[in-house]
């Protein structure tokens, strides 16, 4: 098993989610960082790259001189991660797809429902790939309830709670550190703040359990701490395709919340109830009859969940090897594409540009209910 | 202490709730069962009356009876508690506190606001009591809750997370066993379902602990289950008084919930969570700080917390017990009355005819709403 | 159904035990306080008997006294409760049983192996009952742990994990504390402090679920807090008559253990957990298959906890409705004896003499062990 | 910062150790694999070392092999792992040691405390590291304990609880499998089953947590399945060098219980609980205070702590990540022994061979002292 070739851009040191992407992309020794372009400053990003083990040809200043450097190497990248600011996300993804590059693109893919409506039309005329990383949909037991709804374990999904709740932002003294503060100016952040930094994980996560896509939305946006112009905190109410109905809570204040991403899935035939905070175990109960308790690594779920494990059952597997199941995913996709075989169906499970659009339409539609009053706006 | 003189009308043998009452009103021996309309058939509760103890002569075969023959007595009555069907509460409770009686109504304490507000106008003229039996407020850390919110440790309240769910009703095959469908029939059960069964608890909770009233609401109605007319599933939004928003989520098709009823309140310096399945602890977080576990019986605790313990820490007290405290309560501010005494300020929690008003009101501005799509309805 | 007439020792004004026996007693109407002697102070004794509701002619001034006055009655005692400090538990007792009269004592029953024997002896003469209140025993769901026991459902039992640890006693500086120091005083407490006070419950609850009786354990006693000559802090293995070993901690110096009253059963077929703070749930894992949670209330329960049950699933049912099922099988043999009728056998598990028995000679023969550096000791 | 030259001895392909350490070794960058002898096939071995990247001239056959080729290198190896079969780790761990090589050993470090003791003198006189992999120690919260411990939060020392209970080996029908069966046979296993292979990381964690060393002990073994010479459940108190005393259980019956690594520290000034299966949370009890929850990613955790963190508070960190804590320490000490530097001293907690040698001591100590009836044996 030859590692594939993997170019990154964004991630330099320093960055949270840089470490965490090459994390997850060697955990299962499916990639080598081959090509880079880590950082703002073109030095920093360089020294950094051949640090991590770049050769210094393929190290380089900017995402412009990457694509120019390695669009016509004969011993090509076969995926480029983006992990730049949101701002920059459409441009180069759109850039690397269309110069033929499979891209795995940090959320949000674009800023707008149209950008990513552009990428999701260059994916389908090129067969390029491009990946989004909703990581937690990588969690074996997230997979595991995907693939009991799939399998009809619950009948007809009437409602799903989802919840990403957290205190971070609560703090008022606070609110004009920079850090926090441009999360909630429109001109950097666009028209949602909790709701398209936190909550549109527990919408992904929503979607990809109910195998469904959103029709329709209202919204209740509030703003509690200063003098804030996007939301804190939010309350979303989304029809799905096939009925079902999620209720979505997302908030910055809660504080005593560290990370509060949480999945109940109703169903006409039993619930389902899983936390990230504790996410080896899902709690299952059939229509009348017990809760059962089931843990990840058991050989007795589904090949799903069986395929995204990698340790024995009792420990805590973590996030860093949910994460790591895209890349896997994303492996045994280029592999088969670069054989001309076929994936192996367990693998698309991955989150797409089409996730990523419809999550800029949800952020969209939800930033239009919650200005009319809680209004149903369809998608 | 002599004990007080208590009347029931309804909670017969087989009732779920007459033995509750019993259980709550005889636990600290407060109240002496005295005089009683139990049942429907008239034989059957005057019977059982005197198997409880009730003298012949005060044992009736129905309320009108029982208001006849008590209503002039010189060893009059001290309490009276009904506890009969919801239609009759409305007629049942006007006719006792005209007779000058003190009333204890199980909830809902009407079928309508307008109702509501003639006993609350009744009980301003006569200055008789009339309690609700909003019974999970009697919990001690519930009481923490409201106690520390009245002292600022929260700082401004800016959200409170209210649930109420379970799946009890979650079954199709069972949707038209009796037992079930008439809650689901506008005809008996009025303009909701599971709000005004279920979730109105949540919506006292979060009034009582929040110290606010509300202002207007926003609600979505949900049927999941057969052909329902009315909501087994609902979310709402409610302002409060003071500034605070209450997402609150009631629901009947929880499968594997036994009964969720949790109280999150977020306040500009820190956040509280509560569940009422462990009842006995209290997760605080003060902002910035750690999150630290209040248990019930810690003599640390507040005035209000403490004078509602009775067992030591580290044993569940469980329901009975919070329940016991409304009684409790009662015993204490009837005995000043009767002495023309203060009474001991921390008694004055349980809820009134007013709290019912406000649950009245909630209920049709919530029917109102979901009716109109989610528009926001004054209260 | 005529209350049954009850009299009660000790558990006057102030005291823990006191209300916690009424409320027991009251709480399913079974009992009528009819005769006491509560105090040690004569005077305060009868005042507060009486404020409690019992005839004047009938609160006495200490229970010699009571015991004159109420031996020859027509309208005897169905049931004397006895409630005074430990070393007078077995002269009252023997006393009473004498007499003629059905007791309920407290734990621990006597001070010495030797006299609990002596009270069985009069208990097998004389047809007499007497219970002791190791209340624990009374939750639902470990009556649901000894049904699935003796249904087979766990197999042999291998092990049980037993534990009873509180923090309480840790605080050097309140060692001397007379509220304290007596426990661990062997003029005082006898032979053994932490174990014989808490650990003996979870001693009882072993011995009850396995349904089995000990033949010989080992124990180390450790004293962590000043010069304690009494252990505060005790491992004990207990090998019981049905091959089962049974592991027993229990501390008092476990800083943040509230009530750690848990009990784990593990057989050839599955294993049970269960924990004193969170009664209302059982955790069960049938060998090889998932872990099931047991909620009390459930109407799929064995016999005996639904019978042990009064209010609804999910709701805390707490520890006093827990010691009032004690109470409850009383009620129902005394009432069976009185009709010459047979007792429903399901109200045959309170606990009784033998229980106090084999709890005296487990105390006797931990001392023993942990005086010899741990050598197993036969009972 | 280049990688580390690291080689590798077992861990082939279809291991389960292997790839937890190439993913321990490689999440941080710090190693990167350069010789291997992975297999006790050879050639499967070689094949599998070239697919993971090592060039073909350090994929060796054997560790014979491996020796003989890297002993003269100038491009030395800095670290080599040894994840063979238990009975082989003494005789490769010496002649790589001797050979001036650093060792990372698979616990168990030798068969018996002698061959133990000769790893530990090697280790003085050539100044080489040997590391052992009691990996749980990388847990951040674990780290976070001993340095709570170690600045005198908890005062003196008093107890420790520590269990590793699982039940994976319960089913006696599965007791002949050959996976399970060289567990318990004395042949392959030693003196002890359950302690050596599972009980033993508590009794790391215990020491590492109390900074103390053990000096005495007493065991009771069990043998509950079929006809096993060697325990299966266990209970260990052990006395510490400075006069704690750990009580520990280990299980491998134990029907539920996935992977109970558990460990509660009480000292004079207040209590500890942390278990593996939720890792993110630590309980902190001060005496007479309230119990705190302690999160991990907290920037206000201990030095220690903070420094073995790698993603935001309230995400599942996971095993792999405490794992790679060791090799974290490692690369430290490995970079400062090549600059004549001195290592940071947060670095210096990895577990090293003389917590091998106290381990096999502890346990031919417990087989000892379980043959004789719970003696206490001096270590």
Same mark, same amino acid.
């Given at each position: 098993m030859t590692r594939l070739k993997w170019g990154m851009?964004?991630?330099g040191e320093g960055s949270q989610i840089g470490p965490a992407h090459r994390i997850s992309a060697s955990l299962d020794g499916h990639f080598q960082l081959t090509a880079a372009a880590l950082d703002i400053d073109p030095e920093r990003g360089k020294s950094y790259a051949v640090q991590l083990g770049v050769a210094e040809d393929r190290a380089y200043g900017n995402w412009q001189e990457m694509l120019a450097g390695e669009r016509d190497r004969p011993d090509r990248l076969d995926l480029v991660t983006i992990a730049t600011?949101?701002?920059?996300?459409?441009?180069?993804? $759109?850039?690397?797809?269309?110069?033929g590059f499979h891209v795995l693109c940090e959320k949000p893919l674009t800023m707008t429902a149209d950008e990513a409506e552009q990428i999701v039309a260059i994916t389908s005329e090129t067969g390029r790939i491009c990946a989004v990383n909703y990581g937690y949909s990588g969690y074996p037991l997230v997979r595991?309830?995907?693939?009991?709804?799939a399998e009809g374990e619950l009948g007809r999904i009437r409602l799903i709670k989802a919840e990403f709740a957290h205190g971070f932002h609560a703090d008022a003294e606070e609110a004009d550190n920079p850090r926090? $503060?441009? $999360?909630?100016?429109?001109?950097?952040?666009?028209?949602?703040a909790v709701f398209a930094d936190a909550g549109i994980h527990a919408f992904h996560m929503a979607c990809f359990v109910a195998g469904q896509t959103p029709t329709e939305l209202s919204a209740d946006f509030a703003s509690m701490v200063g003098d804030r112009q996007l939301e804190d905190d939010a309350m979303i109410n989304i029809r799905l395709s096939d009925g079902a109905l999620c209720r979505l809570w997302t908030s910055a204040i809660a504080v005593g919340r560290m990370h509060g991403l949480t999945l109940q899935v109703f169903g006409e035939k039993g619930g389902l109830s899983w936390q990230q905070q504790h996410p080896e175990q899902l709690h299952w109960t059939p229509l009348n009859g017990r809760t059962q308790i089931l843990e990840r690594g058991d050989a007795a779920l589904s090949p799903q969940a069986v395929r995204a494990s990698r340790i024995p059952i009792g420990h805590a597997e973590g996030m860093p090897v949910a994460f790591a199941n895209i890349y896997h995913d994303l492996a045994e996709v280029l592999r088969a594409k670069k054989l001309g075989s076929a994936a192996d169906p367990l693998a698309l499970d991955y989150p797409t540009a089409l996730d990523g659009l419809w999550s800029m339409r949800a952020i969209e539609a939800a930033?239009?209910?919650?200005?009319?009053?809680g209004a149903w706006v369809g998608m």
């Open positions: 851009i964004g991630g600011p949101n701002a920059t996300h459409f441009e180069i993804s $759109r850039a690397f797809l269309e110069a595991q309830m995907r693939a009991m709804v926090i $503060r441009w $999360r909630y100016d429109p001109e950097q952040a666009g028209t949602s930033a239009k209910s919650a200005k009319s009053g």
